[in-house]
């Protein structure tokens, strides 16, 4: 069992910046691959970002990139979403998880966090 806390989400104005963060225990966290998606009113879980085990390889959703950077440290058990330039569209309630590969479906990750909130107002 891995389990993942998201912290970081907050009320941000259009073009502020927030850093996510997610913490791991349980099983050694250097051997997952992570991912952040999130999950606005009324929609469907969608891909934000994923990382590979050693932060080597990085696959970023058209939406954010260029504005979103994932990263990890793996001696901190941490997964990090820093999020720039926000926008309104980016609000939603945003998940970090954990799975074997650094893929876009949801599907493909076994351990999930609860979630926190990121609200963007314009």
């Known amino acids: 069992q891995v389990q993942l806390v998201e912290s970081g989400g907050g009320l941000v104005q259009a073009g502020d910046s927030l850093r996510l963060s997610c913490a791991a225990s349980?099983?050694?966290?250097?051997?997952?691959?992570m991912g952040w998606f999130r999950q606005g009113p009324g929609k469907e879980r969608d891909f934000v970002a994923a990382?590979?085990?050693?932060?080597?390889?990085?696959v970023y959703a058209d939406s954010v990139k260029g504005r979103f950077t994932i990263s990890r440290d793996n001696a901190k058990n941490t997964v990090y979403l820093q999020m720039n330039s926000l926008k309104p569209e980016d609000t939603a309630v945003y998940y970090c998880?954990?799975?074997?590969?650094?893929?876009?479906?949801?599907?493909?990750?076994?351990?999930w966090g609860q979630g926190t909130q990121v609200t963007v107002s314009s």
């Open positions: 349980g099983r050694t966290f250097s051997n997952y691959a």
């Open positions: 998880a954990a799975g074997s590969l650094e893929l876009q479906s949801a599907r493909m990750y076994d351990y």
């Open positions: 990382i590979g085990w050693n932060g080597s390889n990085k």
